[in-house]
């Protein structure tokens, strides 16, 4: 081995048995440095599952949704309004749509109503979310009974119950045939609560869009991008709360690091002034600071993201997640895939390891450079 | 041999606490031989055997130490080498390879056990570990304090701890020995046992500079020249060749 390798390795064996010595300060520092880089990465790793999440299941969602508006307010829209855009140049298909929201006083919760598109039920029977059967404590061929807006008791049987792979929109569901539906808000024939719309070019998505508005004034095109936009900036503003949380965290970091930065203690100093008079270089010294900094703040680095990527992904974000997930009372329970925004957590490295090595090397740099006789006089 | 001439220092220069320590000293220490700083508190022993050590600069004057090993001169240059006006770095190497400390205080450091403490003067130089380590036993062998090799030092009475700073002194096997006050936290017996240690050290070659006030120490027959000191200054040299 070559000297400066030699230097560095031995330097490096020195920091060790330098930071076993002070057990119990350099192992809460490295406890509470973890604990800020797991709640972070924790963050990163969430709403960057969740955005996946949302993303994957908009795939399916229409090109343009057609809503009607009424003073301002969306409305039922006329099925007599589907067949004319049909009509338009480049629309490919037009699905009338039936969904609402359901408020069930028993149990609490909220809810969506959808008549499916595809695969239809049977009038009297629904497919639920995995959260509604949780809620309701019902499972397939139980019946589930609803208010109509008659006051009325709507009996219907649990055809299957959705996977959870899904949850995270699914979880609050109920389809239903387009016959229970209108019983149940009691909505005249021939009216929708809106229009799915297929257009097979994209590039004329927005034309379509304009040309719909201009035949029918009253409605509202709104395209999957804008859908995609919405999704986004409302777990952007979840992103909001995690901004705060963020923010805390980071605040914590910065008062932990100013606290290390100003906390070498006397033993310390007068360490350094016997290194430095027993031939060590004040560059020798601020390499030994540099090995405890990075031991230190990489082993929190590395053990904080991995407890991260175990709670996020394994444990579904168990800490936080009723305070970021779901808007009711039942809270989709779903394993997150996997998702890893290296970018993200280089910022994260960048961000926590390299102010900490530099806390850490500041003040001893400080302290190195006393003068070597002054051990002498101690 | 190490050369001194008309070396001063002065503290807090041109301010109202000034304060010469070393004024106006010329001496010439021997190779191979032991020459011993004697004097009372505040004779400027410990700021002299400071500016031979190079840990200090003088404020005026020329130290020059002759043929010494560095990996900055060569040996043609190294003949008379003038450390006075030297980098922070070469001075650095000068004091890391050519001379041995042992403090008054020992300046152990705690914590960290026995053998690690020897060790320690050697982990910048980038030798091998295991050559050190083996170097570093030996000396533990040589001064009778191997059983406490993995120790921490503060289990050590003050004799192991006076033999393990006198082991850490030599690890990089320095040419001369520096030491200031090693007697004056030792018992009559510890001393003496230090002043045979010294012997032994001096019969291997090596130049050892001692400041001391201890009469066990400047009366030793051991003792080549007795410099006395007082207020910085030079007020004798006795037994001088």
């Not at chain 1, 639920?128 to 208010?147: C, E, H, P």
Request: charged fraction near 20%; glycine fraction near 6%; charge should be neutral.
């Amino acid at each position: 081995m070559n000297i400066p390798l030699n230097r560095h390795s031995n330097i490096l064996d020195f920091s060790l048995s330098s930071l076993l010595r002070r057990k119990s300060k350099n192992l809460s520092l490295l406890v509470v440095y973890t604990l800020i880089i797991f709640v972070i990465a924790s963050l990163i790793f969430f709403v960057q599952a969740l955005k996946r999440e949302a993303a994957q299941l908009l795939k399916e969602a229409p090109d343009m949704v057609v809503q009607r508006m009424v003073a301002g307010r969306h409305d039922l829209i006329p099925a007599a309004y589907g067949e004319k855009i049909s009509a338009i140049r480049g629309v490919t298909s037009v699905s009338p749509r039936l969904w609402g929201y359901y408020y069930d006083q028993v149990f609490g919760a909220n809810y969506t109503l959808l008549v499916a598109e595809g695969k239809p039920v049977e009038p009297g029977n629904i497919m639920i979310g995995a959260g509604v059967a949780r809620n309701q404590r019902i499972q397939a061929s139980d019946m589930l009974t609803l208010k109509t807006s008659a006051n009325e008791a709507l009996l219907l049987t649990v055809q299957g119950i959705y996977p959870s792979s899904s949850e995270l929109i699914s979880s609050d569901l109920i389809i239903l045939s387009a016959e229970d539906f209108q019983a149940m808000f009691n909505l005249p024939p021939g009216q929708n609560t809106d229009l799915a719309v297929t257009v097979a070019n994209p590039r004329e998505q927005v034309t379509v869009a304009a040309k719909i508005a201009e035949l029918f004034p009253d409605t509202r095109p709104i395209l999957k991008s804008e859908i995609l936009r919405t999704y986004d900036s409302l777990f952007e503003w979840r992103g909001g709360m995690i901004v705060v949380i963020l923010a805390v965290a980071v605040l914590s970091f910065i008062i932990f690091a100013w606290d290390k930065a100003t906390g070498l203690s006397a033993e310390e100093r007068k360490e350094i002034g016997i290194l430095k008079s027993i031939g060590w270089e004040t560059s020798d010294v601020l390499l030994l600071k540099f090995w405890e900094g990075i031991v230190i703040s990489l082993s929190a680095f590395l053990t904080g993201v991995v407890l991260a990527y175990v709670h996020v992904f394994f444990f579904s974000a168990a800490l936080f997640e009723h305070a970021l997930k779901g808007w009711s009372v039942i809270y989709p329970q779903f394993r997150l895939v996997p998702v890893i925004d290296v970018y993200q957590l280089t910022v994260l490295f960048f961000l926590t390891v390299l102010p900490y090595t530099a806390a850490t090397i500041i003040p001893a740099w400080l302290a190195a450079t006393v003068p070597p006789d002054a051990a002498m006089r101690s | 041999m190490i050369e001194l001439s008309s070396v001063t220092k002065t503290f807090n220069a041109d301010r109202h606490n000034q304060f010469t320590a070393v004024d106006d000293v010329s001496l010439t220490i021997e190779p191979g031989r032991l020459t011993i700083l004697k004097g009372p508190s505040g004779s400027g022993k410990t700021t002299l055997l400071a500016l031979i050590g190079c840990m200090a600069r003088p404020t005026s004057g020329r130290i020059r130490l002759h043929n010494i090993r560095t990996s900055f001169f060569t040996e043609a240059e190294n003949s008379a080498l003038d450390i006075t006006s030297l980098p922070e770095r070469f001075l650095t190497e000068i004091r890391r390879t050519t001379f041995g400390f042992i403090f008054q205080q020992f300046n152990l450091v705690k914590g960290i056990s026995a053998l690690e403490n020897i060790m320690l003067p050697a982990y910048p130089t980038g030798e091998n570990q295991a050559d050190f380590r083996r170097r570093a036993l030996e000396l533990m062998e040589l001064f009778s304090v191997s059983r406490h090799a993995a120790s921490p030092v503060e289990w050590l009475s003050g004799g192991e701890l006076q033999r393990v700073a006198i082991a850490r002194a030599l690890v990089n096997n320095p040419a001369i020995i520096i030491a200031d006050e090693p007697t004056a936290h030792l018992d009559s017996k510890l001393s003496g046992e230090f002043m045979e240690m010294v012997g032994n050290l001096k019969s291997e070659g090596k130049t050892i500079l001692i400041a001391s006030h201890d009469p066990l120490v400047y009366d030793s027959v051991l003792a080549d020249t007795v410099v006395g000191m007082r207020d910085g200054r030079i007020t004798g040299i006795t037994g001088a060749a």
